[in-house]
C-alpha cells in the first residue's frame, strides 16, 4: 500500500476543502457534498468521483468544513450498496448551516453491523451515535438509509440528560429501515462477559422539537425475545414537543414501539401503523426510588411526562398503551432538610418557568408555572403552602411546617 506523506494529505485536504465552496451567481452558497460508496476508499477526497468508504473519513471532511465554516451547508451522499461494521461516534455539527447524512440513488445503503457477510451475527453498538458538544438548535437531517444486525440503531444524545435547558433540537430523523436490531442479531459483551442488550433502535437523550417520520421498524429483539425490553424509540430525560408520524411498527416483539420518559412532554404521535407490536404500542414511564434501586438520577430524580398526543393511528394485533401509575400519598422518605419528604399529587398542570433549587449539592430543574415554587427531588413543582404533610414551599424554599 503506498503511504501518503503528511504534507501530500494537507494539500489534499486544502484542495478539497477549496473545492467545495462554490458560490453561485446570485452570490447564493450551495451545499458542499461529501460522497461515500461501498466501493469507494477513505484516500479518496470524497468527491463524486473519488467517493470515502466510511462515516468516519466522512466526518474527518465535515469537521474541517465546519471548522472554516460554521454556516456552511453540508451534504453527506451515500451510494447505495453494503456497509460491513462501520460505527461513528459524530460531533461535528452546524451552528448556523445544516448538515445531511442522506442514502441516494435507485437503492437505499444499507449499513451493517457483521464485520462481514460471512459473520454470523453482529459486532458493533450502533451505527451513529450523535453528540454535539454545546446544547442548542441544528438543522440536521438523517435519511435513506437502512441498518440491520446492530445492537442499537441511532443515537441521539444531548450534552446533558441532567439538564433541561442543555437539549438538542431541530433534527430530522425520516426514511429510515431499522431491522434485525438488539442482542439476538448483534452479540456485544459486557464487562462480566455476558452478552449486553441493546436499548433502542432510536435512543433520544434531551432532544426536543424534532421529527421522527416515515420509518420503519421490524424485529427489533433481545436475546430469547425476553432479555430486556428492545424499543423502536426511547425518548427520554426532557425529550419534548417532537413528532412521531408516518412510522410502521412490525414485529416489535422485545419492547414498546415508542417509549417516554421522564418529564418528556407534549409528543405528538399520529399516522402512524402499528402490527403485532407487544407488550404495547406507547409506554409512559419514569423511574421512582420508592419503586427500584436502581434509578440512575439520583439526586435529581425522574418526574412524570404530560401531555403526549396520540391521535390517528392504526393498531393490528396491538395494545395501544400503558401508562406507568404512580401511586400518590404514600411515604416516601427523602432527605430533605428538618425531616421526611412526603410526596402528595401535584396535578396535571406543570409549566411556565424553569427553575433550578439546590438540594443536597445537586442542582434541580423543573419547568413550573412560578419562579418561586419550589422543585422536589423528581423535579415536581410545589407552590406557596404546599408540599408534603411535613413541609412546604415558601417563596421558593422548603421549609418546616
Request: aromatic share 10%; proline share 3%; hydrophobic share 35%.
Amino acid at each position: 500500500m503506498r503511504l501518503i506523506s503528511a504534507k501530500s494529505a494537507l494539500l489534499a485536504i486544502a484542495i478539497f476543502i477549496s473545492n467545495i465552496f462554490f458560490i453561485n451567481a446570485g452570490g447564493v452558497e450551495q451545499p458542499q457534498n461529501v460522497y461515500l460508496a461501498a466501493n469507494g476508499d477513505d484516500r479518496g477526497d470524497g468527491t463524486a468521483q473519488r467517493p470515502f468508504l466510511t462515516l468516519k473519513r466522512a466526518h474527518a471532511a465535515v469537521a474541517a468544513i465546519y471548522k472554516l465554516r460554521p454556516d456552511a451547508h453540508v451534504q453527506v451522499f451515500i451510494r447505495g450498496g453494503v456497509y460491513y461494521g462501520q460505527n461513528i461516534v459524530w460531533t461535528a455539527v452546524p451552528r448556523a448551516g445544516s448538515l445531511i447524512i442522506r442514502g441516494y440513488g435507485s437503492s437505499k445503503p444499507i449499513f451493517d453491523g457483521r464485520a462481514s457477510a460471512n459473520a454470523a451475527l453482529g459486532s458493533t453498538v450502533s451505527l451513529l451515535n450523535l453528540r454535539p458538544a454545546k446544547a442548542g438548535q441544528y438543522r440536521i437531517t438523517i435519511s435513506h438509509m437502512k441498518l440491520q444486525n446492530y445492537l442499537e440503531g441511532i443515537d441521539l444524545i444531548a450534552p446533558s440528560r441532567d439538564v433541561i435547558t442543555q437539549g438538542i433540537s431541530g433534527l430530522v430523523l425520516e426514511h429510515l429501515e431499522f431491522y434485525k436490531i438488539g442482542s439476538e442479531h448483534a452479540a456485544i459483551l459486557d464487562a462480566a462477559g455476558k452478552r449486553r442488550a441493546g436499548l433502542a433502535a432510536i435512543r433520544m437523550v434531551n432532544v426536543k422539537s424534532s421529527q421522527f417520520r416515515y420509518n420503519d421498524f421490524k424485529d427489533l429483539y433481545n436475546v430469547g425475545r425476553s432479555g430486556g425490553s428492545q424499543h423502536a424509540y426511547y425518548a427520554a430525560h426532557f425529550s419534548s414537543n417532537n413528532t412521531f408520524y408516518g412510522n410502521r411498527f412490525i414485529r416489535n416483539l422485545s419492547g414498546h414501539a415508542i417509549k417516554i420518559r421522564d418529564f418528556s412532554n407534549d409528543n405528538l404521535i399520529h399516522y402512524n401503523y402499528f402490527n403485532s407490536v407487544t407488550p404495547t404500542a406507547l409506554q409512559i414511564w419514569h423511574c421512582e426510588k420508592k419503586d427500584r434501586n436502581d434509578c440512575t438520577k439520583i439526586g435529581l430524580g425522574e418526574a412524570r411526562s404530560y401531555n403526549t398526543r396520540e391521535a390517528k393511528n392504526i393498531f393490528v394485533n396491538s395494545e395501544r398503551y400503558s401508562v406507568f401509575k404512580e401511586r400518590v400519598g404514600q411515604n416516601n422518605p427523602l432527605p430533605y432538610p428538618g425531616g421526611v419528604y412526603d410526596f402528595i399529587k401535584d396535578g396535571a398542570n406543570h409549566r411556565g418557568f424553569i427553575v433550578r433549587s439546590l438540594l443536597n449539592s445537586n442542582t434541580l430543574v423543573g419547568i413550573c408555572e412560578r419562579e418561586t415554587d419550589c422543585i422536589s427531588s423528581t423535579a415536581r413543582c410545589y407552590k406557596d403552602q404546599s408540599g408534603t404533610k411535613n413541609h412546604k414551599c415558601e417563596r421558593g424554599n422548603w421549609v418546616a411546617r
